[in-house]
């Protein structure tokens, strides 16, 4: 089981009622942050999401609008007397980028490590002890102004195990166990796979963060089939198409398009410009090509769950 929240969905400034980009993820007792722009852990407070356990920090890129909530939270960190690491990754030139944050922080009271995941992604398990075996996070190249990056985390489910066919083969049960995390083991010299003992793979959930970008077949391609796509959508009218372009951003209708083409389950449209005071009003634009289309607030939620 997954919980989402969005924690900021305003594009560049804040506004009263809309905190910059910044989105947790929960899954079982640990969880990631993606992007920390500024008002983040104030938007947490009011909607009643503790920050204080995040154990990485997924960057896009290094605009202000995405970065600039880090000191503060590293700092309410340290003074709740937090003592284990985070991690932070991002793109290209990520130590450059944080160099000034962490020389602000000097003083906390715990470590912070920045990462760059590798290219088949993260098994989250082998980097931070007691994610679940498939949580991996993922990161897709998105074309902005600087160098950024979307984000894909899924939660893959190992098939159904059949304890009669363990005992068939007089397996102890103490062994279950290491075939159900999907290591094969080794019993009077023979070889047991998992699959001996277990269905197909279940389907698992998906979710994309894309962060700032136009449009580009990268985020089709890792959104394929997704669960919930968490995309850009920086202006609502069809007469900004050019200026979005201009800027990296995407029109409404562009998040659609991609949406639709990557037969996405659900779209969250976020990230929106200052000067549009209410998205909903554009949202037929996105709906009329992608029906699933929801214009996002602040400290909106969903639980995803495995279909069965
Ligand atoms: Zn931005
Ligand atoms: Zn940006």
Redesign the pocket.
């Known amino acids: 089981m997954i919980d989402i929240i969005l924690l900021g969905t305003s ?2 400034l804040p506004l009263p009622d809309r905190a ?2 910044s989105a947790a993820l929960f899954c079982e007792g640990h969880s990631i942050l993606f992007d920390c ?1 500024e008002g983040t852990q104030t938007s947490a407070r009011k909607h009643g999401v503790s920050l204080m356990k995040t154990e990485l920090i997924a960057l896009t ?1 290094y ?1 202000g ?2 970065i600039l909530g880090i000191p503060g939270l590293l700092q309410t960190m340290s003074c709740m007397g937090r003592t284990h690491k985070i991690y932070i990754t991002g793109p290209e030139g990520l130590h450059e980028a944080m160099k000034p944050i962490l020389e602000l922080t000097d003083f906390i009271s715990f470590d912070v490590e920045l990462i760059t995941l590798p290219e088949e992604g993260l098994k989250l398990c082998e980097l931070i002890n007691g994610w679940p075996n498939g949580a991996r996070l993922n990161a897709f190249k998105t074309e902005h102004r600087v160098p950024s990056q979307g984000y894909c985390f899924t939660l893959s489910r190992p098939g159904k195990f059949f304890p009669e066919r363990a005992q068939a083969l007089n397996i102890p049960v103490k062994l279950w166990r290491v075939l159900q995390s999907g290591e094969s083991i080794t019993l009077d010299d023979k070889l047991i796979n998992p699959s001996d003992v277990m269905g197909e793979a279940r389907k698992g959930i998906k979710i994309i963060f894309t ?2 970008s136009t449009k580009c077949e990268s985020i089709i391609n890792a959104s394929r089939d997704a669960d919930l796509l968490i995309c ?1 959508a ?1 202006y609502g009218e069809e007469s900004q198409a050019e200026k979005a372009q201009d800027y990296g ?1 995407m029109i409404f209708s562009q998040a659609a398009q991609i949406a639709r083409d990557s037969n996405v389950k659900k779209l969250w449209l976020t ?1 929106f410009s200052q000067v549009m005071r209410e998205p909903s009003q554009f949202l037929p634009n996105a709906q009329k090509i992608f029906p699933d289309s929801i214009c996002c607030h602040d400290g909106m939620r969903i639980t995803l769950k495995p279909d069965d």
């Open positions: 594009a560049l910059l980009t722009g890129h605009h609008d995405h962060g700032d850009e920086t951003h990230h």
